[in-house]
């Protein structure tokens, strides 16, 4: 049984959602788990079954050291290797074990009832609606659609934690049943929902492929039936730490540009991927046509938002994850509701760069210095690496690494990536925001899904948000109301955008 090695990725994500955290508890915790994955025949035959199978083993290989895969029938023992191999492909030190009573948390995807002794989930869908229960079984639909699916095993996956540290969430109790439509995002509606077949996505561009677009492009490429354009645009390459919370990456993968891993996931769809490295504005300022029937936006921050929303997209859908929350947005431009930055204009004093790596370092008296560092890109010395150290109280030996590296990396790694956390036993929290894993999926899982609702015609929520917090049971309302900005400071309230956004659609996409 062995951590997977960006483990440390792994616990300043968990460190910013537990209270009283401490990295040595943490992992004592973790070490301490066997999570169980039963399934059946029944479950592996049904397209369904297996996307949840899929994203499960996904997401649980990421977290816990030891994995116990339960094949109820011969059928299910066939698929045992493939699974194994995917756990392996994500943390080669992950222990599969065999032994059953073991066993600490259990999920079960299928429609057998197994006996466990230990809390347990059962993972199901229905086309467009995700089922959990903590009672019985509750089976997997043969349809091709993944959003119902996928959606249930990141529910699963967040039952699982929270089983896991419950005593350090507030209000962190299982689910007792959910059984919630993608569609609509309404509960105990028992309509599968319309087929996926023959759905046309048009002009799509997907921006971003970090932990977000990775979960979106996840669904994509298991929702059958679907063509159409779809473009990726993502600048960066794939690193280590992105495995923590990355579901379509592995170990194999580190070092690839993100646009080539999500383009070889949709290898098998009937879509036309063109990808693009390149940062949007770069992208667009390369490309002859300014028309954007539809763009889906996995970004991470707020400037990136605004610009995508700049370049007036005919229509817009956003995911986002926060600390507590998760959840996706749209927008129209001209049609009087808010506009995606309506919802990312900046209130009050933004920190400038400088300034919060300053005090992310520990040293708030160093902004200027940090200033420099940042413009000039200039390696670190040892005197600075030193102070940093002093600052948070260990060993400059610890950090001894970093001598040499750009101040960038050096935050990345030292800081956002656990390496201070773990040589102060989490007496110095990562302040910089890091979701979990089950988190971002399912913002994928939902921004791909908006979109393709959008593209066929059935997109009919009343708000312009809807969110979910997956660090507690599922709420009953998930519409979550986005007022439009009313201060007139932005382009949605500016007559120029307006007449340009009305005159480019007009004459590139007729309705
Ligand atoms: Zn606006």
Known sequence: MAMASFIDRAASAASRVLTNFKMSVFEERLAAQVIGVAFDGAAVKSPEGSASLDIIIRLLSRLYPTIAL???????????????LLAKSI???????????????????GSSLPRTKCPTFFIGSDGWRAKLSSRGPV????????????????????????MVFGEQLEQGGPDDIIDLSMLTYAQAIPEAG??????????THLVGLGAIGNGAVWALARAAGLKGSLCLVDHEEIDLSN???????????????????????????????????????????DRDNW??????????????????????????????TQEIDLGVSRHGFDDGRACLACLYLPHGKIKDEDEKMAEELGMPEAKQEIRVLLQTNRPLDAGFVERVARAFDISSESLQEFVGQSIRSFHQRAICGGVVMRLTDGAQPVKAVVPMSFQSALAGIMLAADLVKHASGVLNVPTTSTRINLLRPLAAHLH???????????????????????RKYEISYPN
């Open 91 to 109: 943390n080669p030190e992950i222990e599969l074990a065999k032994i059953r009573k073991q066993v600490t948390v259990a999920l079960v995807v």
């Open 480 to 502: 979550d109301p986005k007022a439009k900005d009313t201060s007139g400071r932005c382009i949605c309230a500016d007559q120029d955008f307006l007449a340009a956004y009305r």
């Open 139 to 162: 089976g997997s639909g043969a349809s091709m659609n993944p959003f119902g699916a996928g959606a249930a095993s990141c529910f699963a996956a967040a039952n699982v934690f929270r």
């Open 243 to 285: 495995l923590q919370r990355y579901v379509l990456a592995s170990q194999c993968h580190v070092g690839s540009p993100k646009v080539d891993l999500a383009r070889a996931a949709l290898a098998d769809t009937a879509l036309e991927v063109s990808t693009h490295r390149a940062k949007w504005d770069a992208y667009v300022n």
């Open 291 to 320: 028309g954007f029937e539809r763009v889906a936006v996995a970004l991470d921050n707020a400037p990136d938002r605004i610009a995508v929303q700049g370049a007036l997209p005919k229509w817009v859908v956003n995911a986002w």
């Open 70 to 84: 339960r094949p109820l029938d011969a059928k299910a023992r066939d698929h045992v290797p493939a699974l194994e």
């Open 194 to 203: 319309p087929a996926l077949d023959g759905v046309d996505i048009g002009d």
